[in-house]
Every structure is written in C-alpha cells, then in structure tokens.
C-alpha cells in the first residue's frame, strides 16, 4: 500500500524558514518523481514543486522559484520542502504527492498534508 | 486567480448525472492530453479520479468518465451516489515551465 506521511509544518514568522518532510513507504520510492502541492485556507490546490526520481531534475512554481528548494533522500525514501523567505501568502496545507508516470500525467497518491501557518 | 475555469457549484439528485466544465487555453488543456481530475471531501487529500483526459485509476467507478474538446475538458458523474458530494478539482499540464495548472475546483452537492 502506498504511504506518503508528511511532517514539519508549523507556525513560522515572516521572513523565517522551515523544512517539510515526506516519508514514502509501499513502492519503489526511487523510480518515481514526486511533486509538493499546496492548497491555502478555503482554497484551491496549487502545484509547488516536483523533482525527478533521481533528484537531477526539479522544477518550480513561479511563486516559490529562489524561496523554496525540493530535496529528496532515496536512501531514506524521503522527501524534502526547504521553505525559506515565508510569507504569509504562503500559508497553507502542504501535500506531497507522487507523480504518475511519466509525470506530466498527473500525481496518483497524496498525504494527508502538513500546515504551514505564516504569520507574526 | 485559477489558470483553468470551472463552476463554483453543480447539483443533482441521486441517479442523475452531473458535468463539470473545465477550460483552459491552447497552452494548457487544448495542448496536451494530459488532464486530470481531484475529487476531495473536506478536511481529506484529493484523490485522483481521472488522468490523461478519459483514463480512470484502479478503483474508480466507470460512473466517472472525462472528455475533452478543443481548450474545454469535462468530468461526467453518472449514477450520483450521496458520497460523490465533494469538491471536484480539473487539472492540466502546462509545459516544462509552469508544470501544472488547476482549476479553483466544483461543489457537487447531492440534493
């Protein structure tokens, strides 16, 4: 079955940073791309970030491009959101997501999501 | 503001059947086939129901079916069950540059 559990949201500061995380259990973690997505409070969903399955590719929203770098460790089957520069329009619930194949499709499996709340 | 449109709400009775609208541009839904659709209740993930335009994961109900015609794309809801009543997101692959784009999603409510 797959699993994707996100962690790391919080209540972060303008300015600040923070570092999501999303662990994956139940498929070949390494031979998927994944992608971060967001949806803010009452909102709809908007594509952040995605990353190649062997982390050589990554690709950005333009509204996070220069802020937010997507990592991942596929030793660990972990995926990464480094947020910096927050804002509050960058409040909302943080979802990864895997990417179907090939990822232009579309992503399959989500999480449940994690909350970044940006505020002082 | 959304890249792609869609109606705030649609409704129907058991039974019926429901479509939801989706339009982009020749950028985005008219230029791939690459279209795909959420369904997500509230306070839950979204949940893929349809990819590449018609195609539908493992475990969804032929009652839901999608098209495309031109820039416009559409998710069809036949048999309307109390348990489809959730917010219905369309989405489209934009090119290497803006990835994807989604709609600002559909109520469907159950009468």
């Known amino acids: 079955e797959v699993q994707l559990l996100e962690s790391g949201g919080g209540l972060v500061q303008p300015g600040g940073s923070l570092r999501l995380s999303c662990a994956a259990s139940g498929f070949t973690y390494s031979s998927f791309a994944m992608n971060w997505l967001r949806q803010a409070p009452g909102k709809g969903l908007e594509w952040v970030s995605a990353?190649?399955?062997?982390?050589?590719?990554?690709y950005y929203a333009a509204s996070v491009k220069g802020r937010f770098t997507i990592s991942r460790d596929n030793s660990k089957n972990t995926l990464y959101l480094h947020m910096n520069s927050l804002r509050a329009e960058d409040t909302a619930v943080y979802y990864c997501?895997?990417?179907?194949?090939?990822?232009?499709?579309?992503?399959?499996?989500w999480g449940q999501g994690t909350l970044v709340t940006v505020s002082s | 503001q959304s890249a792609l449109t869609q109606p705030r709400s649609v409704s129907g009775s058991p039974g019926q059947s429901v479509t939801i609208s989706c339009t982009g541009t020749s950028s985005d839904v008219g230029g791939y086939i690459y279209v795909s659709w959420y369904q997500q209740h509230p306070g839950k993930a979204p949940k893929l129901m349809i990819y590449d335009v018609s195609e539908r994961p493992s475990g969804v109900p032929d009652r839901f079916s999608g098209s495309k015609s031109g820039n416009t794309a559409s998710l069809t809801i036949s048999g309307l069950q109390a348990d489809d009543e959730a917010d219905y997101y369309c989405?489209?692959?934009?090119?290497?540059?803006?990835?994807?784009?989604f709609g600002p999603g559909t109520k469907v409510t159950v009468l």
């Open positions: 990353i190649s399955g062997s982390g050589n590719g990554t």
């Open positions: 989405c489209s692959y934009a090119g290497r540059y803006t990835f994807y784009v």
């Open positions: 997501a895997r990417a179907l194949v090939p990822a232009v499709k579309g992503s399959d499996f």
